[in-house]
Every structure is written in structure tokens, then in C-alpha cells.
């Protein structure tokens, strides 16, 4: 029945003006895009708005009184407060060490595992358990496992004579300690969509090069590389931006510290507002972490589309 | 098939939230302990709340010492506020100035019986200002040293309490005897309160000592942590940690509550956790050091929020709470502030675990003590100390710069 | 010796090699799984001893701790249910509007897709404090419910959309075409046709979401404060002791048990996951 009415209307479609056929298709597209629309407006488009405004406003969360107080809260990051150009470097070497570290063991990784062997089903299958477990369960393991001396990683290092270093309680080795451990819970996906762009590869090409006595370096430097492009680009960007939003890891494993030494900006925001009150700062914080990743991904497009 | 698995999906959301709905009266009353002990004794106030109120329910909900001031907030200002709650010394005046608690005042004078200046007036003093109540403390408990009685017989050692009576147990005597413990149980000689004195306990660690070598952390918005009697107070802390190593060192572990470590500092509501230690215990007073006895006293009270619409159900439970005898219920485990019971003999005597000869230690020490430092901005000042204090326990650690900066960083918070 | 230097024993050898260097690089992926299974059945004291991975006596009670310790079974339920409703709930929302952004021509597209797609360079700490106003302000805290609106409205949902806008796009329209001349209304030719042929696309969003859902952590920690309506991030993150010291036996304990469900169901789909992954990875 429903069918039969269907193609009866269809039948009339034939005969309205090319006019209202468009509009028809606009009003449909609208339609289906609008449950996306509404929220997105709603949850991110107006938060995003209203961040704008109470950067501009001195507001206690406790309170809930605000003030409206120009740029102050920008200057009291950028100029009066120390912490704030310290924790902006943490967040750079942060994803300095992490995005390097994670895409290349994904590539040697994926490079190692793209062709079948006896247990590459193994090998993939154990690379990206960690991607699939809660960052939680992952930082809670860590945490133990990288305890001073009575800590498993430094009992093992004792075991062949290195004396570890107290990893989560010195800056320095607690930012090793949050990078390493995040590139293994994560790197399993990007070795995950390398091996994916490796097998999209004509094996032709491969073949031809070897035929002209092309090295596996040469093959690698001259075909594999350049093919990768658009996916590194993907990686690349995905990567960077997730290691400015980690907080989870952070907030379990060190808590920021040892000595501000891993406050990245997520977490900063996380204390400013919600354990200082200081809706405000919070605020002006994730404006400027806004304009800090936006300005990091188009410099990112930016520079792959003048290369290629 | 797909139509019934959404029709369960839609089924689940809806008995997921499904938020139980309230009776008409109960009350939610946030607390941080979840011991079964104090829960009970919580819930026999409930109780015979009862007597005057036959239908109101009181809810006690437990939220982990350590995470709550920070859930508390998200409860306030998440418009989710609980009617009353415990609150810690430290997170007083910040919620004092938010204006987020209610004054009892009108309540509790409305009640004759309830004598609200029996409550001694340093104990008041963090709760109330201007004739106005914010907060009853319910706990003005000292920091005593919590001792393995087991492991100073094993090390040859006289134990803390007698050495206390005697009149010898000072600093010097406890880096003494920690290392000698150390050397002789491998056990460790100390662990800071709750194994957490390089983390969330900074203050509980530092602050005895510190006082007890005449020092202050701050007085007067002045930063005291840089003042040489808090300098050697904290090199004394230091040599223990890193040269006789027998306090429990950071990212270490060393439960004293498990057997781990010798000695502790602690209040008397975790003697409640000592029942099947399985190993004899004691207490005794804080070391003495070149600035005489100076008992440090941890205080919390309890408060009733703005935010909640039942205020005046919530204040009434809370002059229940803090009525006479209520108090002097509660005080086996927190101590009161109440005179009439703290010198009553009831009170050396209401906790079955501790002898009275040593809640002696503990009346004692309330009289004599001062309560922790706290300030409006104490979050701020906590976290802007804590780098700080990290870079205080290395090895290497430079104790005087370290505590230069320390207060380089919270005197323009002071 | 020249035997044993021939061609394919070489060739063996070689392999061998290499699979032992490829298994020593798996041990800090392998280790923390085994240690957190073995810790999970140690008792408090058993776990500061002596690091070794078999405890001399299994403690399976450490499992029922667990449960009397928090309502863990119902926190499980949370987790699980709220999980699925977004997944579901990101499905749809986000097929719907792929669907239209590939194949339906209506003014304003370029735009909505650039705004759209502006939002996945924009990490949702950023917007988390408005998020937590607005939230109050619907009062909704200390439900479920910003847990479940904030993914499928949020930065996730829109990755979703993308997903599915690239997959339709590279499908086939004749079926499609054939579907209206049949007299398909958009939405049955939606719902019949290009849904039924983009079951790797929705597995791979399916998957995505709901592994975010399940290891939200932010989101909890700041709406939800009732012990009841904790979900497992939380939940685990909250073994401690009143004073707030980690309770290591049980954090463990509770700790394989949110895992290993995810982990087997890994293991045994693991070939369709990585695939749909890949599928997202080169086609996002």
C-alpha cells in the first residue's frame, strides 16, 4: 500500500518545475542534516560562543557572580602568570615527543606487518589491544608498574644492573614516562591505518623498481613514502590535536606533577576551573588552546599543499 | 530484529534514568568517610532524628577525603547541591567567601538547650563571623603518632608513649629511633599520614615539625616556610627521607596500618581501622622540638548549603547533630569542641580501643594545639606549593632554595 | 656448515629473527595486561612484595570485593547501556546527515560541511565549561544524560559524519537511482538502500563511538557524582580507601574486569575491527 502510494507521488515528481524539485532536495538535505545541525549548534557552536564571552568576565564557579573584565584574563596568561608559558611548553613537548615517536613506530610497525607471515595476525592483534582498552585501566597499570624502587620496571632494570629512575616523581622522567606510555596505548591505530594505506600500494610497483635494482631504502624513499603522503597528512593531523587534548592520562598518572612538570593545557583548564573557580581564566585557557590547535592544523594543511 | 533491538535500547535508556524519586523529606548529607563504624554512628542520628522529625530520611553519602572538595563543587555548582555535609578546615573559608553556606545561627539559638558558647571559641573561629554560623565543628582532632608497639620491641626500642611520659620523645629522638627501627625490622621507621605527604597531604607532612621548631607556614600573610626554624625542621625531614632513609620516600609504599611502617601520624578516627591490625599499637603525642610541645589540630565541621532547598530541615538535623549528648557520642572518633564533654571523664573513655591513659595524649593535645593553617584561596595556594614541594623530596634537593621558592610562590596568594 | 648456511635455512633463521625482535617490542603492549590480571588476584600486602607475575595464592575474592565495594555491576550496566544508546543514537544522526552531505545538491552545503568539519580540530576541553552551565541549566547533572548528548552532538558524532559522507560517496548511485525511479521516498531510499550497503562504514562508526562512550572519562568526572551513576572509567578510578589511598587488589581486579569483556570481544572480531579501522582511517 505504502509502496503503491509512493510511486503514486513519484509519478507526480515527474511533472512539478525543475524549480521545486530543487527546493524539494534542499528541503530534504536540511531535513536530514537538521537532528546534526540542531545539536552541534547546541552543544558545541553556542559553548564555543559563550567561551568567548566569559573569557572576558572574572566569574567564580562557586559564586556563580561575574564581572566583566575586558582582556585581563588574556593578560594574566600571557604576562602576569609564570605557570601559563610553562604549561604551554609542556603541551609543545608534550606532542613534540609524542607525534615523532608514535608515527614512526606506527610506520616501522606497519612496514614490519603490512605482508603475511607466520603470526603477523598475532603481532597486529597485540600492537592495538591497548588502543582498544579505557585510558583509565591503562594509566591505573602504568602508574604501578612505574613506582620508584619497589616499581616492576625499574626491578627489571635492576636486574640488568640499570638503576632506574624514580619515574613519576621527577619532571623530566615523568614527561618520558606520560609520552611512552601514551604512544604504546595509542600507537596501534596509526600502525593500524598505515598498514591499510602499505596493502593500497600496487605491488607492480615494487616489482618494476627491484627489476631496476632499486635497495628496499630506495623503494621505501622513492615509492612507498611519497604514496603514504595523504595519510601521513591524516595521521599527523589526528595525532597532534589528540595530544593536545589529553587529560585522562595526565590526570591519572601524575596529576600534572611532579613539579608542574607535566601540566599540559587540557589539565590546566581542568584546575583552573573547576578546582580554582576561576571560570574566567578557564575560559581565556581554552580560547587560547582554540587558537593554539586551529593555527597548528592549517599550518599542517597549509604546508602539505605547497609541497605537493 | 533491528526494531527490537531499539525498542531494548530505548527500554534500557529509560530505566537508566530514571533518577529514584525523592520522598518528600530526606536529606543528603555528603561526608568522607565510608567506615562502617562511623556510618553507623551517622545513622543512629538519623535516627533518633526521628523523635522530632517522623518523616525525614537522612541520607548519608560517602565521598572519598581525597576527591571531596573537588566533587562537592561539581555537586554546587552543578545545581545538584546536597542539604548538608562535613566540611575540611582547609576548604572553609573558600566556600565561607563563595557565599555558598548557610548561616545556623537563627537556628541553633533558636534551641535554649543547645549552648552554642559551649563550643570552645578557637574552634569557632574558622566557622563563624560577623554573629553569623556557617559551620559547627564536629571534629577538632589532634595529630598524634600512631606507633607499632610489635616493632619497637623487635628493635629493642622504648615505645613513643613512655618515652612521651618521660619527658624525652623530641625530634631528636624520633629521627633516632625511625632510623634505628629502619635498621633493625626493615620496615620503615614513619610514614606521613596516610602514605600521602608528598601528594595530597603536603601540609599534614610538613606542618608538625614545622611547628615544632617554633616555625609557622604562614602567620599574617607571611609566608613562614622560608624562616630558619622551618628550614630545619623540614633538613631534619629530608636527612630522614633521603640519608637514614626510614621515612617511607616518595612513590613508595608503606601502610603503618598494615605493618609496613613503625610509626605514623594520625587521628584518632582511624584507630578504627587498628582493630584487626593484628599487631600492638599505641599513641602518643607529636615529638617536641626547640619550640616546645606544638600540637597540630585538624578540624572539620559541618555545614548546611544555600543551594539546597530544604535549609531549614538541613540546620535543624545539624543542632541535632552537635546536640550534647550527640557530641559526646561522636567523639570516640572526632573529638569534640564541646567543653562539657571534652572534660568530661566520658570522653577519655568513649573510645573501647585506646586506652585511657593515652586519649589522655589526645585532650591534651586539643587544648594545647592550633588548628592547620587554612585561607579563602587555599586551592590556589595548594597547588601553586606543590611544584615546590616536588622539587623538595629529591635527593639532591637544595631544602633552603626549595623552600625560598615556595614562598616566592604563594606570598602574593598570602 | 654449508648446509646449514643454505638458502631457506637462512631463510628460516631470518624469520625466526625476526619474529623474536617483533616479540621483544611487544612486551611493554603484552606486560601491562598480564601484570594487571595477576596484581587482580594478589592481596594488598602480596602486591608491594617480591614483583612476580603468579601470586602465590589466588585470591578470587579480591572479585567479589569489588562488587560489595561499589555497586560495580550496575556502574558495568551504565557503561554498557549508555555506550549502546550512543552508538545508536550516532548512527543514525550521523548516516542521516552523511547521507545528505554526499549525495543530496542543496545551497549551502560547502558551508555546512566546512563548519562541520571545523569541529574536529577542536578538542572538547575547550568547550567543556559552557557544556557544564548548559548542562546545569537543563538540569541534567548527575544524570546520564550529558554523557550520552555530548558524544552524538560533539566532535565524535561529526567524525561519524564524515565517515559516512566519504563511504556514500564512493558507492554506486545506479541503485539508488533505481530505488526512486521504484518510488522510493529519499528517506526509504536512505534507509533501504544506501544503509544496507554501507555496513562496513557503520561497523567502523559503531566501533569508534563505542569505544569512545566506554572510555569517556572527562564527562563523568565533572556531571555525574552519585556512586550509582558512576560508569567504569569512574568507577575504577574510585577504588581508594576513605582517606584516598589507592585500594590496589580491588582497582586491579575491577580493572580486568572492565577490560576483558572489551578484550575478548577484540580478540574474537579483531580481523572485521582492524579492518573497519583501516576502512575509516584511509577513506577519512
Given at each position: 500500500m ?33 537532528p546534526?545541525?540542531?545539536g ?12 568567548v564571552?566569559?573569557s ?7 559564586s ?6 575586558g ?10 602568570n609564570?605557570d601559563f608559558?610553562?604549561?604551554v611548553?609542556n ?11 608514535n ?36 594509566a ?5 608498574l ?8 625499574n ?7 640499570i ?26 591505530l596509526?600502525m593500524?591505518?598505515?598498514i ?13 623498481a ?16 611519497p ?7 591524516v595521521?599527523?593531523?589526528i ?6 587534548k ?8 601524575t ?14 583548564i ?39 | ?9 530505548l ?23 565510608g ?7 551517622l545513622n ?37 547541591p546536597?542539604d ?28 535554649d538547650?543547645?549552648?552554642?558558647p ?13 554573629g ?21 620491641d623487635q ?22 629511633v ?22 595530597t ?7 608538625p615539625?614545622i611547628?615544632?621548631y ?11 616556610f622560608d624562616?630558619?626554624?622551618a628550614?630545619?625542621?623540614v633538613?631534619q ?12 620516600p ?8 598494615s ?17 584487626d ?7 602518643a ?47 570516640q ?7 562539657s ?16 591513659e ?22 590556589q ?14 635527593a639532591d ?6 623552600l625560598?621558592?615556595?614562598c ?7 | ?26 612486551i ?18 602480596e ?14 575474592s579480591?572479585?567479589?570485593?569489588v ?11 551504565n ?5 549502546v ?14 547521507y545528505?552531505?554526499a549525495r ?20 572538547e ?7 557544564f552551565?548548559?548542562i546545569?541549566?537543563l538540569g ?64 567502523a ?11 569517556l572519562?572527562?564527562?563523568?568526572l565533572?556531571?555525574i557524582?552519585?556512586?550509582?551513576k ?11 580507601d ?31 575491527i ?11
Amino acid at each position: 500500500m505504502a509502496r503503491k502510494l509512493a510511486r503514486h507521488t513519484g509519478g507526480q515528481d515527474k511533472t512539478v518545475p525543475w524549480l521545486t524539485l530543487k527546493m524539494r532536495e534542499t528541503m530534504e538535505a536540511w531535513l536530514f542534516i537538521s537532528p546534526t545541525l540542531a545539536g552541534f549548534l547546541i552543544f558545541f557552536v553556542g559553548p564555543l560562543v559563550a567561551v568567548v564571552w566569559y573569557s572576558l568576565t572574572e566569574w567564580n564557579l562557586l559564586s556563580q557572580q561575574s564581572v566583566f573584565v575586558g582582556l585581563d584574563n588574556y593578560q594574566d596568561a600571557l604576562v602576569r602568570n609564570a605557570d601559563f608559558w610553562k604549561v604551554v611548553r609542556n603541551s609543545i613537548i608534550f606532542a613534540i615527543g609524542l607525534v615523532p615517536l608514535n608515527m614512526g613506530m606506527a610506520l616501522a610497525l606497519a612496514l614490519a606487518l603490512s605482508r603475511p607471515f607466520r603470526g603477523v595476525i598475532f603481532f597486529r592483534t597485540v600492537f592495538f589491544a591497548p588502543v582498544v582498552t579505557s585510558a583509565v585501566a591503562w594509566a591505573i597499570v602504568w602508574k604501578f608498574l612505574l613506582q620508584g624502587d619497589a616499581g616492576f620496571v625499574n626491578q627489571l632494570l635492576a636486574q640488568v644492573g640499570i638503576h632506574g629512575p624514580n619515574w613519576l616523581r621527577e619532571p623530566d622522567w615523568a614527561m618520558v614516562a606520560v609520552i611512552i606510555t601514551r604512544v604504546i596505548k595509542m600507537v596501534g591505530l596509526n600502525m593500524i591505518l598505515y598498514i591499510a594505506a602499505l596493502q593500497a600500494i600496487p605491488r607492480d610497483y615494487e616489482a618494476a623498481a627491484r627489476l631496476e635494482g632499486a635497495s628496499s631504502w630506495q623503494i621505501f624513499r622513492m615509492i612507498t613514502w611519497p604514496l603514504l603522503g595523504p595519510t601521513t597528512l591524516v595521521i599527523m593531523v589526528i595525532t597532534t590535536i589528540g595530544s593536545f587534548k589529553v587529560f585522562d592520562h595526565i590526570y591519572l598518572m601524575t596529576g600534572g606533577g611532579p613539579e608542574n612538570g607535566t601540566l599540559v593545557l587540557a589539565f590546566y583548564i581542568y584546575q583552573q576551573g573547576f578546582q580554582f573557580f576561576d571560570v574566567g581564566y578557564a575560559s581565556a585557557l581554552a580560547m587560547i588552546m582554540f587558537v593554539i590547535v586551529m593555527g597548528l592544523t592549517i599550518t599542517q594543511l597549509a604546508l602539505r599543499r605547497r609541497d605537493t | 530484529m533491528k526494531s527490537i533491538i531499539s525498542s531494548i535500547t530505548l527500554s534500557t535508556m529509560a530505566l537508566g534514568m530514571m533518577s529514584s524519586a525523592l520522598a518528600a523529606a530526606e536529606l543528603r548529607f555528603t561526608v568522607w568517610t565510608g567506615n562502617e563504624a562511623h556510618l553507623a554512628l551517622l545513622n543512629g542520628m538519623a535516627d533518633s532524628f526521628k523523635e522530632s522529625h517522623p518523616d525525614v530520611t537522612v541520607r548519608f553519602e560517602t565521598i572519598p577525603a581525597g576527591d571531596y572538595t573537588q566533587k562537592l563543587t561539581f555537586q554546587l555548582a552543578g545545581g545538584n547541591p546536597p542539604d548538608a555535609g562535613w566540611m575540611m578546615e582547609d576548604a572553609a573559608p573558600t566556600f565561607v567567601g563563595a557565599g555558598v553556606l548557610e548561616d545556623l545561627a537563627p537556628t541553633l539559638n533558636a534551641d535554649d538547650g543547645y549552648d552554642l558558647p559551649d563550643f570552645s571559641e578557637p574552634a569557632r573561629g574558622l566557622w563563624s563571623g560577623d554573629g553569623k554560623v556557617w559551620g559547627v565543628p564536629f571534629s577538632t582532632s589532634p595529630f598524634v603518632i600512631f606507633y607499632n608497639k610489635d616493632l619497637f620491641d623487635q628493635a629493642g626500642l622504648e615505645d613513643p608513649f613512655s618515652l612521651a611520659a618521660k619527658g624525652e620523645w623530641n625530634m631528636e629522638k624520633f629521627q633516632e629511633v625511625a632510623k634505628t627501627l629502619t635498621d633493625a625490622t626493615g620496615k620503615w621507621g614513619f610514614e606521613f599520614k596516610d602514605g600521602q605527604g608528598y601528594e595530597t597531604r603536603i601540609m599534614h607532612a610538613l606542618m608538625p615539625p614545622i611547628r615544632a621548631y617554633g616555625g609557622d607556614v604562614w602567620a599574617n600573610q607571611e609566608c613562614g616556610f622560608d624562616k630558619p626554624e622551618a628550614v630545619a625542621a623540614v633538613k631534619q625531614l629530608h636527612d630522614m627521607v633521603f640519608k637514614d632513609k626510614s621515612i617511607v620516600p616518595p612513590g613508595e609504599n608503606g601502610d603503618f596500618f598494615s605493618g609496613s611502617s613503625a610509626m605514623t601520624v594520625n587521628q584518632i578516627s582511624r584507630a578504627s581501622l587498628m582493630k584487626d591490625a593484628g599487631f600492638g599499637w599505641g599513641i602518643a603525642p607529636l615529638p617536641s622540638g626547640p619550640g616546645g610541645e606544638s600540637p597540630v589540630i585538624g578540624q572539620a565541621g559541618i555545614v548546611v548549603f544555600t543551594a539546597g532547598d530544604q535549609k531549614e530541615l538541613a540546620a535543624a538535623f545539624v543542632r541535632h547533630m552537635t546536640s550534647e549528648s550527640n557530641v559526646a557520642k561522636m567523639a570516640q572518633f572526632f573529638p569534640p569542641a564541646r567543653k562539657s564533654v571534652l572534660s568530661s571523664e566520658a570522653f577519655t573513655e568513649s573510645n573501647k580501643l585506646i586506652p585511657t591513659e593515652q586519649m589522655e595524649v589526645v585532650k591534651d593535645a586539643i587544648t594545647k594545639g592550633k588548628v592547620l593553617p587554612s585561607h579563602e584561596r587555599s586551592p590556589q595556594i595548594l597547588a601553586a606549593m606543590k611544584p615546590r614541594v616536588d622539587a623538595l623530596w629529591r635527593a639532591d634537593a637544595d631544602v633552603e632554595a626549595s623552600l625560598k621558592a615556595v614562598c616566592a610562590a604563594i606570598q602574593p596568594l598570602l | 656448515m654449508t648446509n646449514l648456511l643454505s638458502q631457506p635455512r637462512l631463510k628460516v633463521i631470518k624469520q625466526i629473527c625476526w619474529t623474536l625482535s617483533l616479540g621483544v617490542v611487544a612486551i611493554p603492549f603484552v606486560f601491562p595486561f598480564l601484570w594487571m590480571i595477576s596484581a587482580g588476584l594478589k592481596g594488598p600486602s602480596e602486591i608491594f612484595g617480591q614483583p612476580s607475575l603468579i601470586p602465590t595464592e589466588l585470591r578470587w575474592s579480591n572479585y567479589l570485593e569489588v562488587f560489595s565495594y561499589q555497586p560495580f555491576a550496575r556502574q558495568y550496566f551504565n557503561s554498557l547501556y549508555i555506550a549502546v544508546a550512543v552508538t545508536v543514537l550516532t548512527l543514525f544522526i550521523s548516516s542521516l546527515a552523511g547521507y545528505a552531505l554526499a549525495r543530496l545538491r542543496f545551497a549551502g552545503a560547502a558551508l555546512v560541511g566546512l563548519f562541520l568539519v571545523s569541529a574536529l580540530m577542536v578538542p572538547e576541553e575547550v568547550t567543556i565549561i559552557p557544556n557544564f552551565f548548559l548542562i546545569r541549566w537543563l538540569g541534567l547533572s548527575d544524570t546520564h544524560w550529558p554523557l550520552i548528548l555530548l558524544p552524538v552532538f560533539g566532535p565524535q558524532g561529526i567524525v561519524g559524519t564524515f565517515l559516512m559522507r566519504q563511504y556514500f560517496l564512493a558507492l554506486p548511485k545506479e541503485l539508488e537511482e533505481a530505488g526512486k525511479m521504484d518510488g522510493l521516498s529519499r528517506l526509504g531510499v536512505w534507509w533501504r538502500i544506501a544503509l544496507p550497503m554501507s555496513r562496513p562504514a557503520l561497523a567502523a562508526v559503531a566501533i569508534i563511538t563505542f569505544l569512545n562512550s566506554w572510555n569517556l572519562f572527562l564527562e563523568p568526572l565533572i556531571f555525574i557524582s552519585s556512586l550509582e551513576k558512576f560508569t567504569l572509567p569512574l568507577a575504577l578510578s574510585n577504588f581508594t580507601d576513605p582517606y584516598g589511598s589507592p585500594l590496589w587488589h580491588l582497582q586491579l581486579a575491577a580493572t580486568t574486569l572492565a577490560v576483558g569483556p572489551i578484550l575478548i570481544v577484540y580478540l574474537i572480531a579483531q580481523r572485521q575491527i582492524i579492518e573497519s579501522f583501516a576502512l575509516s582511517g584511509v577513506k577519512g
